[in-house]
């Protein structure tokens, strides 16, 4: 036989570029768990609608087992020739039970069988970043409620702008985090359709039963287009661009520890279990998975790209470019999975530095805007004509070389004569951050409210 799948039709075997252009068995071999399981879905429901006899499916899921077994413990041997993960697991189940195993393939094409493999691999993958999500959540919310009332600079353009705490500054990220859970859980619903049965992309003349599969396999339903079942992969692209843009929140959170870490801030204390040392500078102390998490968003944000190149202008149904969905998807998958782990444990294992914090947050006339809403509060001021008197303060103070609060009464008051010393209740940084007390705002109390209520939120995820 020349050649070892298509023997009836092909007189030649493949050239060796035609191989190794076409294979995909290094990558889609991760695949062999769903395969087995929708070959299972598949065998006994045709037994059940009378396609084929009981007695074969008994064989037929004999073997599926026995393969998955093989695979598990790594015995299986996955070959080249044979293409994908669908052949080869196909080829086995030859071998181990001979003639049933040829009518596994009835009224199913390798179209909506790898359509149905694919989303069930992505769906995993998807419950599984949910749930790291939360675990990230939990870590921040823990660390949040510890140090609600830690006050540290809450910058605009990166310059000091107002006092902030870094249990606030935690608590955004919980939130972003929290829209990042919902983006993947609506995904997942639309995701949760079952191709199989589209078979190569017109239906089958065979009495199928899809809603059965479609239920065995945990899907809401069967897929009511056959055409779109097995050539559309918008359910890879949902997760994907949910995928990108959960890490481009994890890069910027990163990124603040990098920062944070540096002695020039010296934010944050990181333990040697998230550093690493440098191979020539004795002193180093390097952020390097906060290096990496802030990296991990080119490989998912590059999947996301690439895959939505891969399917543009393809026209209905299946074409082998949809073999290219596969790789990028799972590595970025893979990736953001790992960046999550990475980042839950930095989390839990950060300390904060409060007196470097405290520092800081005084630092730059953070607290202008309170001594303007002072000017607004006791005397009656506009705002506008306050940010004014402020300004002109400000610039005496820096002319100075003072901070805010030490500046003395009577420059102010040559500035605006009804300044009282009450003025000085306000420009300290705690009585800053204790009165920013509207709605999602950073007073401590808030914070730590607002931390309690998410740890009982997340209790129940
Ligand atoms: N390995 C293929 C893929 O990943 C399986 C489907 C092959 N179908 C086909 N008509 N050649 O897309």
Known sequence: NANKMWGGRFAASPADVMQEINVSISFDKVLAPHDIRGSKAHAAMLSEAGIITKSDAREILKGLDQIAAEIESGKFVFSEELEDVHMNVESRLKELIGAPAGRLHTARSRNDQVATDFRLYVRDAADGIIQSIVGLQKALVAKAETHAAVVMPGFTHFQPGQPVTFGHHLLAYVEMLGRDRGRFQDARRRLNECPLGSAALAGTSFPIDRAKTAEVLGFDRPMANSLDGVSDRDFALEILAAASIAAVHLSRLAEEIVIWMTPQFGFIKLSDRFTTGSSIMPQKRNPDA????RAKIGRIAGAFQGLLMVIKGLPLAYSKDLQEDKEATFDALDSLRIGLAAMTGMVA??????E???AAAGRGYSTATDLADWLVRELKMPFRDAHH?????VKAAEDRGLDLEDVPLDVMQAVEPKITKDVFSVLSVENSVKSRKSYGGTAPQSVAKMARAWA??????
């Open 456 to 461: 009982r939120r997340l209790e129940k995820d």
């Open 349 to 354: 294992d950060l300390e904060p530095v409060e």
């Open 356 to 358: 470097a914090m405290r």
């Open 389 to 393: 008197v402020t300004g002109t303060i």
């Open 290 to 293: 906060a290096e990496l998490v």
